[in-house]
């Protein structure tokens, strides 16, 4: 059994996506109308989140992030697996001991961070492990899409995005963060500047731009709430040639040092595809067959460069 802790969007689409491998799931959310779709959906469904947790043997975090770091200590009180919706959490106290009491207890601790699962950045990460790229120079990595599109029919000034210190377009695009990591290994928190153009009327920032060191390769990450026509891309060069990812094209080119075109993919699917390869990676590594995509050690170094970062830019936390 998969408990679901918070059936907002991504909470559903997570325990969907169990029930689809088979998982028996029971979801809480303290909205009715939330438990009555996961009940449409062939799911059991509970008012009391203890109770959710009690009757599972993995949990997946999908509660608003300022409620990640106490449910994943409710988890872990209760001897569960967990899959931890990103971010991990907006603040990192205390969360090294509770990975440490993950890791003694035999425990999983998973967290979203979905990019992972892209079939593009999978080849990536193959080109760089493999050295093909040879030694890893720079990076740059690219989020810009327009809120107000991003998520239609909701009121983006009254949800999390535009909790200062919870949201903003850092916390929510994380994902960059990670993928830098991911790609080029752990960083520090070089610089931040972030900003409110005040086109959205957003009091949390819009948009920030952040440089990393990753212990030689450095990345520079943009991400805003702000543009139209949307971009989301990875760029990363080496000594013997460059990477170039269209995440939302799912299209991978690799070029030599020449110019020439080593590997040019357009893979098939959706980031749907990418949510349901994370659903059965977690599932796997609960079964004890593989380690998660992204451990909670893993994104906890993510979150920390995170926290670094907007302390940088003069954030509040």
Not at 174 to 195: F, N, W, Y
Request: glycine share 10%; with cysteine.
């Amino acid at each position: 059994m998969i408990a679901v802790l918070g059936l907002g969007s991504i909470g559903l689409r997570h325990a969907v996506n169990a029930l689809a491998q088979g998982r028996k799931v029971i979801g809480f959310d303290p909205g009715p109308e939330r438990r009555a779709l996961l009940a449409e959906k062939g799911g059991m469904v509970t008012a009391d989140r203890l109770d959710a947790i009690a009757q599972a043997t993995a949990v997946v975090v999908a509660s608003p992030s300022e409620h990640h770091l106490d449910d994943l200590r409710a988890c872990l009180d209760a001897g569960r697996h967990v899959l931890v919706e990103k971010p991990l959490a907006h603040r990192a106290d205390g969360l090294a001991a509770l990975m440490a009491r993950a890791e003694q207890a035999g425990l999983v601790v998973a967290v979203a961070m979905m990019l992972r699962l892209h079939p593009a950045v999978r080849r990536a990460a193959e080109i760089l492990n493999a050295g093909h790229l040879g030694k890893p120079l720079w990076g740059r990595f690219l989020a810009a899409l327009y809120l107000p599109e991003w998520r239609p029919g909701q009121d983006w000034t009254q949800g999390y995005a535009n909790d200062p210190k919870t949201g903003g377009a850092l916390f929510d695009y994380v994902h960059e963060i990670d993928l830098a990591c991911h790609l080029l290994g752990p960083a520090t928190a070089l610089s931040c500047v972030a900003t409110h153009t005040g086109s959205i009327g957003l009091t949390a920032e819009d948009m920030a731009d952040v440089i990393l060191d990753h212990d030689g390769p450095r990345s520079s990450i943009h991400v805003d709430y702000v543009t139209r026509p949307r971009h989301r891309y990875a760029e990363i060069a080496g000594t013997l040639g460059a990477l170039r990812i269209d995440l939302d094209g799912r299209r991978l080119l690799w070029r030599d040092t020449q110019g020439q075109v080593v590997e040019d993919t357009t893979y098939p699917g959706s980031y749907a595809d990418d949510y349901v390869a994370e659903m059965a990676a977690f599932v796997a590594a609960i079964d004890g067959d593989i380690p998660p995509p992204c451990s909670g050690v893993q994104a906890l170094h993510v979150l920390e460069t995170l926290i670094s970062a907007r302390t940088l830019a003069g954030l509040p936390s």
